[in-house]
């Protein structure tokens, strides 16, 4: 674990220090986990299964028919509506 105060005196060489033993660093804010830190190439792998994720959720609504379908510009904004309540 990373403790936030050890990150302000010493910055990324303490990130540096975690990653080397471990996959990803916690850090640690008034002595409780706040943030997980991952090299970027983790991070881009885990970022590439959310989308795949969220394509597969897609098909799978389109397959089921769990659509609508939108024609006009009045649809789009009825939609955006609905998507901030």
């Known amino acids: 674990m990373i403790n936030a105060i050890d990150l302000r005196k010493r910055g990324l060489k303490v990130i540096d220090e975690a990653l080397a033993t471990n996959e990803e660093g916690v850090i640690a ?24 994720m969220a394509y597969l959720e897609v098909m799978k609504n389109i397959e089921e028919g769990n659509f609508e379908s939108i024609k006009t510009a009045d649809d789009i904004d009825k939609h955006i509506e609905q998507l901030k309540v």
């Open 29 to 52: 804010y008034n002595g409780k986990p706040k943030y997980v830190v991952i090299p970027i190439e983790k991070y881009d792998k885990l970022k590439s299964l959310e989308l795949d």
